[in-house]
């Protein structure tokens, strides 16, 4: 019966897809979070359905990440704290060489008036995000190189969200496990760019409980600052941000249904 649902959720693609083998171990979950429920139950699997599609074009998308001179200087500063906590920060301010207002104001463009975007294609010469992008791609570079992942991809795409005034993170978050459809992610990454030029002080702060929650920590986020995290065993909460921007994007381990390993 649980088959016959998700086959009805993921049309128009077939019964042996990824995205039904995706689907088929969250559609058991979701049934026991709603207690049996059909309506709940199919509402919940047509959101996932959409989620896991996109996700999976975001993976179909992804690139072998390229390593920088500056990125190598400011990862030597913080990759102990991902050996030994599962979590790091980084001050990319002085070794970037990005105009950080000017990387704002084109995130901003992105946005327009929404308070959530993704940027595709980033990874080609002459789009708005473009040195941006190239930051996180050496960043991933840094995390394979250190970490003999060599599978280690990274999404094409940068995640933009607007941080409002009175609003925070909804609780602990995961980026790859709970409900929802392994996504591939592996590392996870967010800097964060302020929209007012007057602003002062560490506008935002990053809390993690990382290696599976056996160990907490928070960040301070500066504007040009950076904070990575193993994406399956870290649960996350962006606290504060009012007037900043935060850029996301993230290293992914293709598997071999997804075609990339070569």
């Known amino acids: 019966e649980l088959q016959e649902y998700v086959v009805r959720c993921i049309l128009p693609e077939p019964r042996d897809s990824r995205l039904y083998k995706a689907m088929m171990p969250v559609a058991m979950s979701w049934w026991q979070e709603v207690n049996g429920e059909e309506r709940p139950f199919l509402e919940a699997l047509v959101k ?3 989620t896991a599609r996109a996700e999976l074009l975001s993976v179909d998308a992804s690139a072998r990440p390229a390593p920088t001179k500056a990125a190598r200087l400011a990862w030597e500063r913080g990759a102990l704290e991902l050996k030994t906590i599962g979590a790091c920060s980084f001050d990319m301010g002085d070794v970037a060489g990005l105009s950080w207002p000017t990387m704002a104001k084109a995130c901003e463009d992105v946005l327009g008036q929404h308070d959530v975007a993704t940027s595709v294609g980033c990874q080609l010469e002459g789009h708005a995000l473009h040195a941006l992008w190239r930051l996180f791609s050496a960043l991933v570079a840094e995390v394979s190189r250190t970490f003999a992942m060599r599978e280690l991809l990274v999404l094409t795409e940068l995640r933009l969200s607007r941080c409002r005034a009175g609003e925070t993170s909804r609780g602990l978050e995961v980026d790859n496990g709970g409900l929802l459809p392994d996504n591939r992610r592996e590392v996870s990454l967010r800097m964060l760019l302020s929209t007012d030029s007057s602003a002062t002080g560490p506008p935002a702060t ?11 920590i928070s960040f301070p986020l500066q504007v040009g600052s950076l904070c990575a995290w193993w994406s399956r065993q870290t649960f996350y909460q962006f606290l504060g941000g009012e007037r900043h921007i935060a850029v996301s994007c993230w290293g992914i381990v293709p598997q071999k249904a997804d075609g990339l390993i070569v």
């Open 48 to 50: 996932v359905a959409a």
């Open 206 to 216: 990053m809390a993690l409980r990382a290696k599976d929650g056996d160990a907490s």
